[in-house]
C-alpha cells in the first residue's frame, strides 16, 4: 500500500536539469537520482537529451525536454524543427513553450499554429507535449483562451510557467488551469513545488506533474510521511536544476 502511494507521488515528479550553468557531471548525477527515486521523467537541456535517454533506457522515468525554452520566442519552424530533432534523441515528452509576445498581443491564430505545429510532430511519433503558458505575465482571460485551444488541440498537458520567468505556480492559477480544460489534457505545476505538502495540496486540485528541482528532499519527505524506509542516494553535486 505504501509503495503505491510513494509511487502516486514520485510519478508527478519531472526532474529539472535545466540551469544553463550545469556541467555534464551534474547532468549525469541528475539523471541517476531521478532513477533512484523513479520519478516521471527526466526534462533535460536539449543538447543532454540522447545521453539522458540511454541512462534512463529500460526504466520508467522517461526521458523529456524543452521546445522554444525559456521564452517562446522562436519561429514556429524552429520549435517543429526542435520537437523532430528531440525525437531522434530519444524524448518521450516536450515541454514547449507558447509564444508569449503573441499571446499578449491577442494573436490566437498564430498562438494556436504555433501550438498545433508542435502538438502534431509529436503525436504523430507517438509522444506527448506539455504547453507552457509562463502565467507570471498573463491575465485570466489569457490563461483561459490558452486552456481552449490545448484542448481543442489535443495536447496532453498545460503547464503553468517554465520556472525561469518572474513567477512560477499559485494554487489559484492551478485550479484556474483545471477547471478550464477539456477532457484528456492534465495540468503541470513548475516553480514553487518544493516540499511535500506543497505537492500534496497540488495534487489535490487535480494536477498530475510537477517540475521540481527539489526532487529528492520533497520524496524523502514523502517516504518518511508514508512509513517507507529513506533511498540512499548520495548526490556528488550541489547544484539545483531550476524550477
Same mark, same amino acid.
Given at each position: 500500500m505504501h509503495n503505491t502511494e510513494y509511487s502516486?507521488?514520485?510519478k508527478m515528479i519531472d526532474h529539472s536539469l535545466l540551469m544553463p550553468t550545469m556541467d555534464q557531471s551534474q547532468l549525469e548525477d541528475g539523471c541517476r537520482l531521478a532513477l533512484a527515486y523513479d520519478v516521471a521523467?527526466?526534462?533535460?537541456m536539449p543538447y543532454y537529451l540522447?545521453?539522458?535517454a540511454e541512462i534512463l533506457a529500460g526504466s520508467t522515468v522517461q526521458p523529456s525536454t524543452t521546445i522554444g525554452f525559456p521564452h517562446g520566442g522562436h519561429t514556429t519552424v524552429?520549435?517543429?524543427r526542435e520537437a523532430e530533432q528531440a525525437i531522434e534523441d530519444g524524448c518521450q515528452e516536450l515541454d514547449m513553450v507558447v509564444n508569449i509576445s503573441q499571446v499578449l498581443s491577442g494573436n490566437w491564430d498564430y498562438v494556436s499554429q504555433d501550438i498545433r505545429a508542435v502538438v502534431e510532430t509529436a503525436h504523430a511519433a507517438g509522444r506527448k507535449v506539455k504547453v507552457i503558458f509562463e502565467n507570471c505575465y498573463l491575465a485570466d482571460a489569457q490563461k483561459i483562451r490558452l486552456c481552449q485551444i490545448c484542448t481543442e488541440l489535443?495536447? $496532453?498537458w498545460v503547464k503553468t510557467s517554465t520556472g525561469y520567468g518572474t513567477g512560477g505556480a499559485t494554487m489559484e492559477d492551478l485550479k484556474l488551469?483545471?477547471?478550464n480544460v477539456g477532457q484528456g489534457v492534465q495540468v503541470k505545476a513548475a516553480g514553487g513545488v518544493r516540499n511535500f505538502e506543497t505537492l500534496k495540496q497540488v495534487k489535490g486540485l487535480g494536477v498530475t506533474r510537477c517540475g521540481a528541482s527539489q526532487t529528492q528532499a520533497m520524496? $524523502?519527505?514523502a517516504r518518511a510521511a508514508l512509513g517507507l524506509t529513506p533511498i540512499v542516494?548520495?548526490?556528488s553535486n550541489a547544484a539545483t536544476g531550476g524550477y
Open positions: 502516486s507521488f514520485s521523467s527526466v526534462c533535460i540522447n545521453r539522458c524552429v520549435k517543429q489535443a495536447a $496532453d488551469m483545471v477547471d520524496l $524523502d519527505q542516494y548520495v548526490s
